[in-house]
């Protein structure tokens, strides 16, 4: 996948309205937890992505491995992205979620489990939760039911019994 495809990708699950948004959203995510893992595991989750976008996990980075928790993670994004906390939160799920298609298991795992994820530590659980719903598409369909509902007219409903 290539940058144009991995934005393209972004912009559409986001709905976001132009190119510049989507980079915006994707930095402030790639940067953030760069900041938070080693430098080493950055690199290894970096390698498969478009190398634009492996820059913001690792040439964007001055300090890897710093201790923070899901919450001081969502704040960071938050104000990168310049959008309100819970928006950055759903950004951030949905690009790991894409993240996670495009890099080798191991190099993913590795990324799991230097994030605890117990809700009386750090509870980055909520990280993964797209991708622990199935993936992108699976967790559209899940808040959908399915796809498009039909309209009440459409569905007979409003007709009186014969």
Do not use: C
């Not at 530590?121 to 699976?138: C, H, P, Q, R, T």
């Not at 039911?145 to 014969?162: I, K, L, V």
């Amino acid at each position: 996948m290539n940058f144009d495809e991995f934005t393209g990708q972004i912009q559409h699950r986001l709905e976001l309205p132009g190119t510049g948004e989507t980079v915006r959203a994707i930095r402030a995510t790639l940067m953030t937890l760069g900041q938070r893992i080693p430098a080493g595991a950055a690199e290894d989750l970096a390698a498969s992505l478009p190398m634009e976008i492996r820059w913001y996990m690792t040439g964007a980075v001055a300090d890897h491995g710093q201790r923070f928790d899901w919450s001081e993670f969502v704040s960071r994004v938050s104000e990168i992205e310049e959008t309100d906390p819970s928006t950055a939160a759903y950004h951030a799920r949905v690009i790991v979620d894409l993240v996670e298609t495009l890099v080798a298991p191991s190099d993913f795992e590795q990324l799991r489990n230097q994030l605890p994820e117990d809700q009386h530590d750090e509870n980055w659980g909520k990280l993964f939760e797209v991708i622990d719903a199935g993936g992108w598409g699976e967790a559209e369909e899940a808040q959908t039911g399915g796809g498009p509902q039909p309209e009440p007219e459409e569905t007979g409903a409003d007709e009186p019994d014969a």
